[in-house]
């Protein structure tokens, strides 16, 4: 399975951004999709997740700025970022559950390359 996440880029505080990713290489609904994010000089961090069914996980610090969605019959999840803050700076990966037992809620399921994210003031 691969995953291709785009949509990063450079706002200002305040601004919004919406990121998509796209899961290739597989025939069947992934589980759970989300992503994480990196940012400079700390330990990566589930930001959102979402399950098949559509029930959502957010991080204390975007609980009410960020929306994470998904198209199961695409495999694509999405995450609208609004009210960006300067420590939303970061890269950020989509992730998924890998059915042989991996899960994106322990960090190892499926890991797409990364989009950077850079807020600034």
């Known amino acids: 399975v691969q995953l291709q996440a785009s949509g990063g880029g450079l706002v200002q505080a305040g601004e919004s951004l919406r990121l998509s990713c796209v899961a290739s290489?597989?025939?069947?609904?992934?589980?759970?999709m989300g992503w994480y994010r990196q940012a400079p000089g700390k330990e990566r961090e589930l930001v959102a997740a979402?399950?098949?069914?559509?029930?959502?996980t957010y991080a204390a610090s975007v609980k009410g700025r960020f929306t994470i969605s998904r198209d199961n019959g695409d495999n694509t999840v999405y995450l609208e970022m609004n009210s960006l803050k300067t420590e939303d700076t970061g890269i950020y990966y989509c992730?998924?559950?890998?059915?042989?037992?991996?899960?994106?809620?322990?960090?190892?399921?499926?890991w797409g390359q990364g989009t950077q994210v850079t807020v600034s003031s």
């Open positions: 992730v998924a559950d890998d059915p042989r037992g991996g899960t994106l809620y322990y960090g190892t399921g499926f």
């Open positions: 290489g597989t025939s069947f609904s992934l589980n759970a």
């Open positions: 979402v399950t098949s069914g559509l029930s959502p």
